[in-house]
């Protein structure tokens, strides 16, 4: 079973960007890692996936143009630089792993979740 750790939220002013992290664990191999988030009172969201071997990546309408998300294979880490922060982009940020069935960017296709991070973007 696939474990999953985030690390890296925080509050952030209006404009600025932040690093959020991810390592995974366990000996289940994943095709595909994901981000996803949770605005309070909404439904959770795709924000970017990435494949963890050819290190193809998708992003989110939210996400397109600022955020960037990354991989180092060796760390078993998953990355999610954010740019150009807004207030909307508050909530928190799950690492996610994704069974190889279904949708890249569907909430649903994501099988193994970690606990999330918080990111507070507020001036």
């Known amino acids: 079973q696939v474990h999953m750790v985030e690390s890296g939220g925080g509050l952030v002013q209006p404009g600025g960007s932040l690093r959020v992290s991810c390592v995974h664990s366990g000996r289940t191999f994943e095709p595909y890692f994901g981000w996803l988030r949770q605005a309070p009172g909404k439904e959770r969201e795709f924000v970017a996936a990435?494949?963890?071997?050819?290190?193809?990546?998708w992003y989110g309408d939210p996400a397109k143009g600022r955020f960037t998300i990354a991989r180092d294979i060796a760390k078993n880490t998953v990355y999610l630089q954010m740019n150009r922060l807004r207030p909307d982009d508050t909530g928190v940020y799950y690492c996610?792993?994704?069974?190889?069935?279904?949708?890249?960017?569907?909430?649903?296709?994501?099988?193994?979740w970690g606990q999330g991070t918080q990111v507070t973007v507020s001036s």
């Open positions: 996610a792993a994704h069974t190889g069935g279904g949708s890249i960017n569907a909430v649903g296709s994501y099988s193994t």
């Open positions: 990435i494949s963890w071997l050819e290190g193809g990546t």
